[in-house]
């Protein structure tokens, strides 16, 4: 089915809404130069919190909003049938639209997964793939790596104030059933998710605040985990590659981007030595800079032969 467009430049400033199969799709341009298309995490995290203004100085960025985040924009099967397969075939929608014959795709947490996923099955459409704070799996060995960072952030904090809110927040994960209890553990759980949330409280308190969350299962239409291991196919990742991790990251840490970067032909690895989960926000120079130097030495001029 053809999208309804509403906006008759794809790449001008400001939200872009069109309609594909009966769900509002929207996306929101920021910054001029190369088309640099990102994908927040969660799943079920709004986009808003990856906005990153000093990249927008260098590159067009396109900030999409994934399926299932806003009520108008949500599966038939909702909370369930969120897929790394649904996510990048209304990804490839999106793109298309754009009217750029290559883009860099930068992915988030969650959308490092979905951004790697579709480097593996549609990489026609990339000049590049961010993957930032991403992992090759999730399942039991993913968690109890998070779970030994978590413990390793309650022994470095141990005696704040704050710390059991946090914990708590972490063991509530297992329950979520709605929209208000994502949002609160995706807040509860966030000052884990700086390397020193409480030492720029103020910086990075409002961010915290205005988070937004859906709840997104985690199940295919048929209650099936959507279980990922993409070791032995990212071996055969073609797509140029920047993996960046955060030093301090207890969710996607440091283990799992040296094994990305091991596991990619010819990537590159940056470790933000002075971030957690969230590096654009901590060291946005740095995180800027490297995003930035990759997209021009890996653009594709428009119309060149690949």
């Known amino acids: 089915m053809n999208p309804s467009v509403t906006h008759a430049d794809p790449l001008s400033p400001g939200t872009h809404t069109f309609l594909l199969a009966g769900l509002v799709l929207r ?7 190369p088309v640099c298309v990102a994908h927040s995490g969660g ?3 709004f986009w808003e919190y990856m906005r990153m203004p000093t990249l927008e100085e260098h590159l067009t960025m396109v900030y999409i909003e994934p399926i299932g985040t806003a009520e108008d924009n949500r599966l038939p099967s909702h909370p369930h049938g969120y897929t790394r397969d649904r996510y990048s075939a209304f990804l490839s929608t999106f793109i298309n639209r754009l009217g750029v014959r290559k883009v860099h795709l930068l992915g988030h947490s969650h959308g490092a997964f979905v951004a790697a996923y579709h480097a593996l099955h549609r990489s026609e459409q990339l000049a590049g793939v961010v993957l930032y704070e991403g992992a090759p799996v999730t399942g039991p060995e993913h968690g109890a790596e998070a779970g030994r960072m978590v413990e390793a952030f ?12 946090v914990l708590a927040a972490f063991g509530a994960m297992s329950a979520l059933t709605g929209d208000e209890q994502t949002k609160a553990v995706a807040k509860g759980v966030l000052p884990s998710y700086f390397a020193d949330f409480w030492g720029n409280e103020d910086t990075y308190g409002p961010l915290r605040d205005a ?4 709840y997104i299962s985690g199940l295919d ?20 590659t920047l993996v960046i991790v955060g030093l301090h990251d207890v969710i996607c840490g440091l283990r799992w981007g040296v094994e990305l970067a091991e596991l990619i032909p010819d ?3 940056v470790i933000l030595k002075d971030s957690g989960h969230l590096g654009h926000v901590e060291e946005p120079e740095r995180f800027a800079d490297v995003v930035r130097r990759f997209v021009l030495e890996t653009t594709v001029p428009q119309g060149e032969a690949v």
């Open 154 to 165: 309650a022994t470095k904090h141990a005696g704040h104030p704050e710390l059991p809110d």
């Open 27 to 33: 996306y929101h341009v920021h910054g001029d130069g």
């Open 267 to 269: 990537s590159r690895l």
């Open 221 to 240: 239409e048929d209650l099936v985990p959507d279980v990922i291991d993409d070791r032995a196919a990212l071996k055969a990742l073609e797509v140029p």
């Open 211 to 214: 988070i937004r969350a859906t």
């Open 43 to 45: 799943p079920g995290i």
